[in-house]
């Protein structure tokens, strides 16, 4: 029975005050007191309980009443710990107690084992005890309670769990508001809640909890503490807090430190991109095909941003297109001249995809669209000309596959009827999905992940390959690095003529700070430059 009442006297919020005294009386159900002491050092905290009950029933043999008796019993412990309560980090301890009771004429005692071990951490505490654990007349039921409380300004919230024996449990949480002088509990549970307040006046500081059990009984527990303690623990707080801001401005200065080192690595690298870029100008003013020339000035615009740069990429598209749409309406117009009219209708909706707001080539569609309309065969001409103009797109689709354009190839066949070429142009573009995804693992295994994800990404616009979603993800839960770490690899891979990875990567140190100037301009020119989506 010292064993049940003891575990009665616990509460869900253990308040370790160091170098206090705390008496509290407890009142259960009519017939049941309790009374506590408790006690703490710098180094050592116990408790003493004292109870009894009376009007227990005395029953016969065959369940007859035939009188009453009480019950009392008394108990105790103490813990050592291995370094003071308040101190920052974690404290052991262990110590003995002894459990004292008699019902009737029936008495029990028990010698038992305590420990405990108490956290105090950046912005929580922990406390873990473990009580009654021992030999005696009756073997003792051992408690376990574990309690994790974050403390911020004005309260400390977490949760607790109590197991006694191997079968009775209990968890809940608990809420603990402190406003000036007065402190506030709430603690529901499993078993019970709990609502309390304590006021503090000076020294003293006066309690007053009620617990209501589930079961239909309630609590009430009413008493003081006394502590001499609190002013050392303050001061004690004080000097931890004085050492963590020092070490913080260790940190603090550590971090300058990389900082200044990852600027003059930056202002390096921007050099040596920029070195490269100029030295791509040069290659394009040599090169002979209009296209490859454009296409390494737009990659050299990333670091070159000069106005010489932006003239020539605007000279030479201005050529490209130019050139493209006047051969486009030059073979329109010869098809119409010879009659071939559903030829004529076919090219000239190829050049309406691909310059839909251009006004010469809409100009040149509607001429082509009436004199086709004033055809007597008008509608097989249609007919015949839709025929072709799918053709054309599957030519197209084709051309862009053979030149590894798979993602333009890709949006082309996803508009296309169902069709035997259909069906061919998807097996064509799954092959080269299966090949960026073997691409994408070779740089896992090198732990590139943003190159990883640049080929995996690539690959699911290609064709939705579930492989590649499935190593998206893992790639993606990889991905820890910072913005600067990513803007560094991209400007190590331009210089090196990696632009793929350089895009790779300053895709990603965008992602991670859109805000950043240096980083989206960057991010956008060579998004411009590679075509990509």
Request: net charge positive; aromatic share 8%.
């Given at each position: 029975m010292g064993f049940v009442f003891w575990y009665l006297g616990n509460g869900s919020e253990y308040a370790l005050v160091p170098r206090s005294v705390s008496v509290f009386h407890r009142e259960y159900f009519v017939g049941f007191r309790q009374e506590e002491v408790s006690f703490a050092t710098d180094r050592m905290f116990g408790t003493l309980k004292g109870g009894y009950l009376t009007g227990i029933e005395r029953t016969d043999d065959y369940g007859n009443v035939v009188g009453d008796y009480d019950a009392v019993f008394i108990g105790s412990n103490v813990i050592f710990m291995n370094s003071p309560i308040t101190s920052y980090g974690w404290s052991f301890g262990v110590g003995p107690g002894v459990l004292l009771s008699k019902i009737y004429n029936y008495t029990d005692y028990a010698l038992t084992f305590n420990a405990a071990a108490v956290g105090n951490l950046n912005g929580g505490s922990v406390l873990i005890l473990l009580q009654n654990v021992g030999y005696g007349k009756v073997l003792p039921t051992p408690e376990l309670y574990v309690r994790g409380l974050s403390h911020n300004q004005n309260f400390s919230f977490g949760p607790f769990l109590r197991l006694f024996g191997d079968r009775d449990i209990d968890g809940g949480f608990i809420f603990v508001g402190n406003l000036s002088v007065l402190q506030l509990r709430v603690s529901p549970s499993l078993k019970n809640a709990l609502a309390g307040l304590s006021l503090e006046v000076g020294p003293f500081t006066f309690v007053y909890d009620y617990e209501y059990y589930w079961i239909g009984y309630s609590t009430h527990r009413i008493g003081f503490n006394v502590s001499w303690g609190k002013q050392r623990a303050l001061e004690e707080r004080i000097e931890r807090h004085e050492r963590m801001l020092a070490e913080h401005e260790r940190k603090i200065e550590s971090q300058e430190r990389e900082i200044r080192k990852l600027k003059g690595r930056i202002k390096a690298l921007e050099g040596k991109a920029r070195e490269y870029a100029r030295n791509l100008v040069k290659q394009a003013e040599e090169e002979e095909d209009p296209q490859r020339a454009l296409q390494k000035l737009e990659i050299a615009y990333a670091f070159d941003t000069t106005l010489k740069v932006q003239r020539k990429i605007l000279s030479l598209k201005e050529r490209i297109v130019a050139k493209r749409k006047s051969s486009g309406m030059r073979k329109v117009k010869i098809l119409l001249k010879n009659g071939l009219y559903s030829e004529a209708l076919a090219e000239v909706l190829m050049l309406v995809e691909e310059f839909p707001d251009d006004p010469e080539i809409m100009k040149l569609y509607r001429r082509v669209k009436?004199?086709?309309?004033?055809?007597?065969?008008?509608?097989?001409?249609?007919?015949?000309?839709?025929?072709?103009?799918?053709?054309?797109?599957?030519?197209?689709?084709?051309?862009?596959?053979?030149?590894?354009?798979?993602?333009?190839?890709?949006?082309?066949?996803?508009?296309?009827?169902?069709?035997?070429?259909?069906?061919?142009?998807?097996?064509?573009?799954?092959?080269?999905?299966?090949?960026?995804?073997?691409?994408?693992?070779?740089?896992?295994?090198?732990?590139?992940?943003?190159?990883?994800?640049?080929?995996?990404?690539?690959?699911?616009?290609?064709?939705?390959?579930?492989?590649?979603?499935?190593?998206?993800?893992?790639?993606?839960?990889?991905?820890?690095?910072?913005?600067?770490?990513?803007?560094?690899?991209a400007l190590d891979l331009y210089q090196k003529g990696d632009i793929v990875g350089a895009f790779a990567h300053i895709k990603e140190a965008y992602l991670l700070d859109p805000k950043n100037e240096r980083y989206r301009n960057v991010y956008y020119r060579l998004k411009a430059a590679l075509k990509e989506d």
């Open positions: 009436r004199t086709v309309e004033a055809k007597k065969n008008s509608e097989r001409i249609l007919k015949k000309a839709e025929e072709k103009y799918a053709e054309n797109r599957v030519e197209k689709a084709k051309r862009l596959i053979e030149e590894g354009r798979y993602v333009e190839a890709a949006r082309i066949v996803s508009t296309l009827p169902p069709s035997a070429e259909k069906i061919s142009l998807q097996r064509s573009l799954k092959e080269a999905a299966v090949r960026y995804v073997e691409t994408a693992k070779g740089y896992i295994e090198r732990e590139d992940w943003a190159k990883a994800k640049y080929y995996l990404e690539k690959a699911l616009k290609v064709y939705p390959l579930t492989e590649a979603t499935a190593l998206l993800s893992y790639v993606e839960s990889k991905m820890r690095k910072s913005a600067h770490v990513h803007y560094l690899k």
